[in-house]
């Protein structure tokens, strides 16, 4: 938000002095406050108004809500809920697995871009843990919303 009240101050500024160099300088702009308008707006003054706003408002405003936050694996973006189960993931089940969308790199557990697991078998592993002689996952590491978001997660970005 404040970067978008720092460019709208300039976007201001320079629509100003557009505006101004456009009717012949601070000596016509003078004429224009003290006469009254001198003349109409040209549909060019409109024109490059509107391309000022453009490319110094609208562009800058769509980088800055953007945000890298929001960047998923191959250009993707998360929504916000994805965004959620990436923290949840990062929290607590990086540390044993592996997951290039998370920069996870843990050995202990499944290689989570290899198993590819759907939402439901994963829900399952978080549920009831896992101890099948391959190393130990503790049950309820999260439950209930907390649970599928996670769950979710890892099954839009692994393997991707
Ligand atoms: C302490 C280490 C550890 C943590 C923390 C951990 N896991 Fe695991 N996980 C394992 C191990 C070890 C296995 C494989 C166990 C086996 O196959 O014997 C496993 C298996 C899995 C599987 C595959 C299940 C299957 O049936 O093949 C999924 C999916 C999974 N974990 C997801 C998660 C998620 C999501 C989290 C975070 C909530 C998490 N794990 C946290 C160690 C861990």
């Given at each position: 938000?404040?970067a ?15 505006l101004?160099a ?7 702009m003078?004429d224009?406050?003290?006469?009254g308008r001198r003349?109409?707006l040209?549909a060019g003054e409109?024109?490059v108004a ?6 110094g408002?609208?562009v ?24 959620e189960g990436?923290s ?8 044993c697995?592996a ?10 557990g ?23 002689g ?8 999260y ?11 890892v ?6």
């Open positions: 938000m404040a978008i009240a720092f460019l709208s101050f300039f976007i201001a500024l320079g629509l100003g002095v557009v101004v456009m009717r012949g300088g601070p000596r016509g003078r224009t406050l003290e006469r003349r109409p040209h409109f024109a509107g391309a000022i706003v453009l490319f408002l609208i800058p405003a769509v980088v800055v809500t953007s945000d890298q936050a929001a960047a998923g694996p191959g250009g993707t973006t998360l929504s916000a809920d994805l965004q990436r949840l993931f990062n929290q607590k089940c990086a540390t697995h997951l290039d969308a998370s920069g996870a790199v843990g050995r202990v499944t290689d989570l871009d290899v198993l590819a697991p759907t939402v439901g078998l994963t829900l399952n592993a978080i549920e009831e843990g896992r101890a099948r391959q190393g130990q996952m503790p049950a309820d590491l439950e209930g919303e907390e649970a599928k978001l996670v769950a979710q997660y099954a839009a970005v692994a393997g991707r």
